[in-house]
């Protein structure tokens, strides 16, 4: 694509050779914004990959009924490693990472407000990841008793206590997570100062690009939504370390009271998971679809509705534990409402699409892959949200795959978007368009094989967790061919990691501007020096690359 | 080209205009959001098994009201703000004199904690595995105690190097966002106090 001279590019500079130990240097002792994000992406990476072989033994372990590929033991530590990495491993710092890359790129700044603070955040969340998987190795205490946790991402008590939980798994579980939610408190507080205080001259509020606006959002679900589990992992350690009773119903505590907390802070969770999803989607849409964003200000509200309203939802994951029926009432109609918001985002995404000139690249395409999938989710969510409903089907199969559908389908979905639109920035070079096809086509392939029919093995009354089942339950074929699916996804990723090593040695050079885009992130250099801009940019319109390129029919005329 | 020349200027004036808060006063703000949070799961957990104790003792058998320490706690907000005012006006004698009364005030709530403490767990028998009491009120006073802990030892760091000749009021706005955090720590006391000592009895 023709790249047009922008006042704000600068030449680019060329990298000096360093050893290897000074260039591990600087990537350790590194406080630039760009830098840090590409860290978080590049172990949330290693963490996926690490949960996902997780995933790929449970697969085969209930790829056939009476299944012998690890005991129950072992699958007990496996599901729980799995989600507990792939929430607060995976998705959290795809959270950091996406939002400390791009939100100073797009607002015109130079570094976040806080770049120490920034670097502490990484550093804290790493040393939480690795503290939870050392547990493999000093999980046992001195008793020897136990390995990796074992207790359910949830962790639901009074499996926790010490009498059902021996050992130190579940004390790496609690003070892993606690550590690195110190270091996601450090970015969220971050990115809404970078965003309040360092937008360059002219981004009113209105101005900011969408992605700004969601990860804004997300770093406030954050900071209001990590406190309660913090607090109840706080609680769990005292109980476990000093006698405390919190949780001990024999002393009058209660384990109710674990699964509100966890559950105050386990709904907003999902909703901080999404938003980068929403994020990428609202950059990656209007650019491939050539056509600003539709109903902008609905799309700030609707974002900034779930921010509030999904605070007040989570005991529907509860409503199996016998809650009265007004509480009930109100959180089934609560969880239908922050559906209306969504709503209103699926709707505004299509219709950004609905007449635009739409180029099929491989971002574009897994955009569309996200709406579809994303849509289905919402309505079994909806599903789930009706108690009587939820009755039914709770701690089934067809939760999973509710939640694989958000999650995979969702989230997945649009952080390949993200990554095959915002590599050219990242590394100079385009990922190969033919390698992304096959990527998102094993991938939609892979992923529907495997969760459509895990919806129906809920019904056929599966429920989760179970390490294996008998022939003659009629769950035999499903299982199948839902570990054959997950088969295909994995060749699905390793596709996208030989495109991403591929690509940084031998892809096509990018330019600054490949995708012919409006945000500020696209007017500097690929990758950006280190200051981001050599002057600070001035912007006029929420599309201030549009006004640079079309002179004589600039947005700012008509904002 | 005069288009362009109109944006220039336009462009500009908008820099000069251009005036956004300060980033470590939206930070410290949401540091105390994200630290109100905290707080509130911690009272909530308080008054969820308030009176849901098995055994004794009882709040309202051996909670003595602290008033002495509430008094010290709370004023230590007013001399944190005298101080931080004087450092405004670049008075740095009066600013090391409230600065070292606030510290005192604080070290008087926390040996008055630490005294009811030792009260509570050597003459009355009340641990943390005692019963639910002990362990809502280690907790939620624990958790206080140790933010005015931290406070402490900021405050203490700022005194040291004060004192060592540093000139303090370049850092006025740290000074600020330290003294907005002791305030914090002293609304907190206030609900604290309301739940555990007022309620809670």
């Avoid at chain 1, 978007?417 to 390698?435: C, D, I, N, Q, T």
């Avoid at chain 2, 630290?35 to 957990?45: P, Y």
Wanted: charged fraction near 10%.
């Amino acid at each position: 694509m023709a790249s047009i001279d922008y006042p704000l590019d600068r030449p680019r500079q060329e990298e000096e050779a360093h050893s290897f130990s000074e260039s591990l240097y600087s990537w350790v002792a590194t406080v630039d914004h760009k830098r840090l994000g590409l860290m978080y992406v590049v172990s949330a990476l290693i963490f996926l990959v690490i949960a996902g072989i997780m995933a790929l033994v449970i697969r085969m372990q209930l790829m056939f009924p009476d299944g012998h590929v690890v005991g129950p033991d072992t699958f007990d530590r496996l599901f729980t490693m799995h989600g507990t990495t792939m929430v607060f491993l995976v998705g959290m710092p795809m959270v950091a990472g996406f939002s400390n890359y791009l939100v100073p790129l797009m607002i015109g700044a130079r570094d976040m407000a806080f770049p120490r603070l920034n670097a502490f955040g990484f550093w804290i969340f790493l040393f939480g990841g690795l503290l939870l998987y050392f547990s493999y190795i000093g999980g046992g205490g001195l008793g020897g008793a136990g390995s990796a946790p074992d207790v359910g991402w949830f962790a639901y008590a009074p499996l926790t206590s010490k009498a059902f939980s021996r050992g130190a798994a579940t004390d790496y579980w609690a003070l892993g997570i606690l550590v690195s939610g110190a270091g996601s408190i450090a970015s969220a507080i971050n990115v809404i100062a970078t965003t309040i205080s360092l937008r360059c001259p002219g981004m009113t509020l209105s101005k900011m690009p969408m992605f700004v606006w969601v990860m804004l959002v997300d770093s406030w679900l954050i900071l209001i939504a990590l406190p309660p589990l913090s607090a109840a992992q706080i609680m769990l350690l005292m109980d476990r370390q000093l006698g405390a009773n919190f949780f001990d119903t024999r002393a009058g505590g209660s384990a109710v009271l674990w699964q509100h907390l966890f559950w105050i802070f386990g709904h907003p969770e999902v909703y901080i998971l999404i938003f980068p999803a929403f994020a990428i989607l609202s950059e990656v849409i209007p650019i491939f679809s050539r056509k600003p964003l539709f109903g902008k200000p609905a799309m700030v509200g609707a974002v900034v509705a779930i921010g509030f309203i999904s605070l007040g939802v989570w005991a529907h994951h509860m409503f199996a534990i016998g809650m009265t029926a007004w509480s009930n009432t109100f959180f089934a109609a609560a969880s239908m409402l922050v559906g209306v918001p969504t709503g209103i985002k699926i709707f505004n995404w299509t219709a950004t699409m609905y007449g635009g000139r739409i180029r099929y690249s491989v971002p574009m395409m897994f955009c569309c892959g996200f709406l579809l999938h994303f849509l289905v989710a919402g309505l079994t969510g909806i599903m789930l949200a009706v108690a009587p409903f939820d009755w039914q089907l709770h701690d089934s199969y067809f939760v999973v795959a509710h939640f694989h559908f958000t999650l995979i389908g969702g989230l997945v979905f649009a952080l390949m978007a993200g990554m095959y639109y915002w590599f050219p920035k990242v590394s100079g070079r385009l990922l190969s368009e033919k390698l992304g096809k096959w990527s998102f086509w094993l991938l939609v392939v892979g992923f529907n094989m495997t969760f459509i029919p895990l919806h129906f093995v809920g019904f056929l009354g599966m429920p989760r967790r179970i390490y294996t089942y008998t022939a003659d339950r009629g769950w035999n074929t499903i299982n199948f061919v839902a570990s054959i699916g997950a088969l295909i996804q994995a060749v699905a990723i390793a596709c996208f990691a030989w495109n991403v090593l591929y690509s940084l040695k031998k892809g096509e050079h990018a330019g600054d501007d490949p995708w012919d885009a409006w945000t500020l992130e696209w007017a500097t250099t690929s990758p950006p020096p280190e200051y981001n801009f050599e002057k600070l940019p001035v912007v006029r319109s929420g599309r201030p690359l549009w006004d640079l390129k079309h002179p004589h029919d600039p947005d700012w005329k008509y904002e | 080209m005069a288009n362009e020349e109109i944006l220039t200027v336009d462009a500009l004036t908008l820099e000069r205009h251009w005036t956004l808060p300060d980033r470590g006063k939206v930070g410290i703000v949401f540091l105390i959001i994200t630290e109100s949070v905290l707080f509130s799961m911690f009272v909530a957990a308080y008054l969820i098994y308030l009176g849901k104790s098995l055994v004794g003792p009882y709040p309202k058998d051996v909670l003595d009201v602290p008033i002495l320490a509430t008094i010290c706690l709370l004023s230590s907000s007013l001399t944190v703000y005298l101080a931080e005012h004087a450092l405004s006006k670049n008075e740095l004698g009066r600013f090391k004199f409230w600065w070292i009364v606030t510290i005192c005030l604080g070290l008087e709530f926390l040996m008055a904690t630490g005294l009811e403490w030792k009260k509570l767990i050597y003459e009355d028998h009340l641990t943390i595995s005692t019963n639910l009491f002990g362990t809502t009120f280690y907790s939620l006073v624990g958790l206080h105690a140790s933010h005015v802990t931290v406070g402490m030892i900021f405050l203490l760091v700022v005194l040291a190097v004060t004192l060592m000749g540093f000139p303090i009021q370049t850092q006025f706005r740290r000074v600020l966002f330290l003294s907005w955090y002791w305030h914090f720590v002293d609304a907190v006391w206030v609900v604290v106090f309301t739940v555990v000592y007022i309620i809670g009895r």
